[in-house]
């Protein structure tokens, strides 16, 4: 924070009427561990309180909130012949992210202040021991079997709601978000005054309102900023694409890293992605023309549910590697549902994002994405999509057009309960003869269909509609699950 962001942040700290659990003045330095122990109140204090964060300020009368001054400097202080700071972290468990600021309020009035991270699913110890404070005492947490219980029972924080840039003026919204986007996408007039944008913003969660200013929530730097470069806490979920030379990773062609935020360079990244996938050429009557190998629309797709569905506390990034044969586009974390229920399921670890992105146009509405992508697949005669859990990641790879007689027998079995899957969420059924004209395969070769979905029976991926029903001929299929 700046000198001007800290005065005004302590500015709005004495006005209150009294210290509290989350805000404690002091004058002077006492001992090490006096500050130790008041960390652990104020973060605790600010957790019970649903507050981001807690202060401890140097420099500041108690009683009366004067501004005096302090001879006290934390950044040049010494416990033994250790940096106080240190010394500080190191006995904090969990070891929370608290900052010191050192700086001039009037002439000759140095104030210092500690900016401590509300508790997080545990109390926060020093020396073995989780304090609170109780109006303007410190006393041990254990003493309060009430107080540690609310911390215990603090529901976590989702990454959509942690603040990724603090401190902040209305100015510093504007200029670090592209606001205009957000009004543009989803198609509402931009308002006359920054006061307007500011609201809105507040209203969708993208920004919050606190003590020391605004905050750009992880959301609103996620979806919104002009340079995710500015937010050090998001910057590493810039999504990737690396263009190969061949089947493999051995040569790499291009490399791309997004630095916008989704909402701002989706389109620009779908349209990157597009230009570099292979295409087919038809010739017509009168001109050739090209044909992109895969739909666009389904990129588009996977390309959405793997920014939505990344589990945000994991390592990595979402990327897209594209081959020669195939693309493959993954994100950090497990799936929440089975990669077989993907196409009638829905479940989203991120449902602020999900549902802004849906809103600004980017996917389809729960649950009616994957079957679209299923059904450009059929259309467009390729393999069918492969979704796989790998360690800590999520991925579906989109194949290359391959005849039948190309494909193995799981790709044909795959393929069969995709179609199945695809039939039902249809309300309709599999027959011999839908998955005929899937696959394309001549009427008099009706056996090569019936052998696919015996092999996929036998898997256990489809079942039969009417067990019953002993005519092969009029027999329908269904998924698994149905």
Same mark, same amino acid.
């Given at each position: 924070?700046?000198?001007?962001?800290?005065?005004?942040?302590? +500015?709005?700290?004495?006005?209150?009427?009294?210290?509290?659990?989350?805000?404690?003045?002091?004058?002077?330095?006492?001992?090490?561990?006096?500050?130790?122990?008041?960390?652990?109140?104020?973060?605790?204090?600010?957790?019970?309180?649903? &507050?981001?964060?807690? *202060?401890?300020?140097?420099?500041?009368?108690?009683?009366?909130?004067?501004?005096?001054?302090?001879?006290?400097?934390?950044?040049?202080?010494?416990?033994?012949?250790?940096?106080?700071?240190?010394?500080?972290?190191?006995?904090?468990?969990?070891?929370?992210?608290?900052?010191?600021?050192?700086?001039?309020?009037?002439?000759?009035?140095?104030?210092?202040?500690?900016?401590?991270?509300?508790?997080?699913?545990?109390?926060?110890?020093?020396?073995?021991?989780?304090?609170? &404070?109780?109006?303007?005492?410190?006393?041990?947490?254990?003493?309060?079997?009430?107080?540690?219980?609310?911390?215990?029972?603090?529901?976590?924080?989702?990454?959509?709601?942690?603040?990724?840039?603090?401190?902040?003026?209305?100015?510093?919204?504007?200029?670090?978000?592209?606001?205009?986007?957000?009004?543009?996408?989803?198609?509402? /007039?931009?308002?006359?005054?920054?006061?307007?944008?500011?609201?809105?913003?507040?209203?969708?969660?993208?920004?919050?309102?606190?003590?020391?200013?605004?905050?750009?929530?992880?959301?609103?730097?996620?979806?919104?900023?002009?340079?995710?470069?500015?937010?050090?806490?998001?910057?590493?979920?810039?999504?990737?694409?690396?263009?190969?030379?061949?089947?493999?990773?051995?040569?790499?062609?291009?490399?791309?890293?997004?630095?916008?935020?989704?909402?701002?360079?989706?389109?620009?990244?779908? +349209?990157?992605?597009?230009?570099?996938? /292979?295409?087919?050429?038809?010739?017509?009557?009168?001109?050739?023309?090209?044909?992109?190998?895969?739909?666009?629309?389904?990129?588009?797709?996977?390309?959405?549910?793997?920014?939505?569905?990344?589990?945000?506390?994991?390592?990595?990034?979402?990327?897209?590697?594209?081959?020669?044969?195939?693309?493959?586009?993954?994100?950090?974390?497990?799936?929440?549902?089975?990669?077989?229920?993907?196409?009638?399921?829905?479940?989203? &670890?991120?449902?602020?994002?999900?549902?802004?992105?849906?809103?600004?146009?980017?996917?389809?509405?729960?649950?009616?994405?994957?079957?679209?992508?299923?059904?450009?697949?059929?259309?467009?005669?390729?393999?069918?999509?492969?979704?796989?859990?790998?360690?800590?990641?999520?991925?579906?790879?989109?194949?290359?057009?391959?005849?039948?007689?190309?494909?193995?027998?799981?790709?044909?079995?795959?393929?069969? *309960?995709?179609?199945?899957?695809?039939?039902?969420?249809?309300?309709?059924?599999?027959?011999?003869?839908?998955?005929?004209? &899937?696959?394309?395969?001549?009427?008099?070769?009706?056996?090569?269909?019936?052998?696919?979905?015996?092999?996929?029976?036998?898997?256990?991926?489809?079942?039969?509609? +009417?067990?019953?029903?002993?005519?092969?001929? *009029?027999?329908?299929?269904?998924?698994?699950?149905?």
């Amino acid at each position: 924070m700046t000198d001007k962001q800290l005065t005004k942040l302590v +500015d709005e700290l004495i006005k209150f009427p009294r210290e509290c659990e989350w805000v404690e003045f002091k004058h002077n330095f006492h001992s090490p561990e006096e500050i130790g122990e008041r960390l652990s109140a104020l973060s605790n204090g600010a957790c019970i309180h649903n &507050r981001s964060t807690g *202060y401890l300020v140097f420099g500041v009368e108690d009683h009366t909130h004067k501004i005096l001054g302090t001879s006290f400097s934390a950044k040049a202080h010494k416990k033994g012949s250790e940096d106080f700071e240190h010394w500080l972290a190191t006995r904090l468990n969990p070891r929370i992210d608290f900052r010191i600021y050192e700086f001039d309020y009037e002439t000759n009035k140095r104030l210092v202040i500690f900016v401590i991270p509300a508790a997080r699913n545990r109390p926060v110890d020093f020396l073995h021991h989780a304090y609170i &404070r109780v109006s303007s005492i410190t006393r041990k947490l254990s003493e309060f079997s009430e107080k540690e219980a609310i911390i215990w029972r603090k529901d976590h924080k989702p990454f959509e709601k942690e603040f990724a840039l603090e401190g902040l003026s209305a100015a510093d919204v504007v200029k670090l978000l592209s606001t205009e986007t957000y009004f543009d996408l989803l198609n509402i /007039p931009y308002p006359s005054n920054q006061q307007g944008v500011i609201e809105k913003f507040l209203a969708e969660g993208l920004i919050t309102k606190e003590v020391q200013g605004y905050a750009i929530t992880k959301l609103g730097a996620i979806l919104f900023s002009k340079d995710l470069t500015y937010f050090e806490s998001v910057i590493r979920k810039s999504v990737r694409v690396i263009v190969y030379k061949g089947k493999n990773k051995v040569e790499t062609e291009r490399e791309q890293m997004g630095v916008k935020g989704y909402a701002l360079g989706f389109e620009g990244l779908v +349209d990157w992605i597009n230009s570099q996938l /292979p295409s087919n050429e038809e010739i017509g009557k009168v001109l050739r023309t090209e044909t992109k190998m895969y739909p666009e629309l389904a990129i588009r797709e996977l390309v959405a549910n793997a920014l939505i569905h990344q589990d945000f506390s994991e390592r990595g990034f979402p990327m897209i590697e594209i081959y020669s044969d195939r693309i493959e586009i993954s994100n950090p974390g497990a799936p929440l549902i089975k990669p077989e229920r993907f196409i009638d399921n829905y479940v989203s &670890r991120n449902e602020k994002l999900a549902d802004l992105m849906r809103r600004m146009g980017f996917c389809e509405e729960k649950g009616s994405g994957l079957d679209k992508v299923i059904s450009l697949i059929e259309l467009f005669q390729l393999p069918p999509l492969n979704v796989m859990e790998l360690q800590n990641r999520t991925s579906v790879t989109l194949y290359s057009y391959k005849k039948l007689g190309e494909l193995d027998k799981k790709e044909k079995i795959r393929a069969c *309960y995709q179609h199945a899957c695809l039939k039902y969420v249809s309300n309709e059924k599999m027959t011999n003869q839908s998955l005929r004209e &899937r696959f394309k395969i001549e009427v008099h070769n009706y056996s090569v269909a019936s052998r696919i979905i015996r092999d996929a029976i036998e898997d256990g991926l489809v079942k039969e509609d +009417d067990p019953e029903n002993k005519s092969r001929k *009029y027999a329908s299929y269904i998924p698994f699950w149905a």
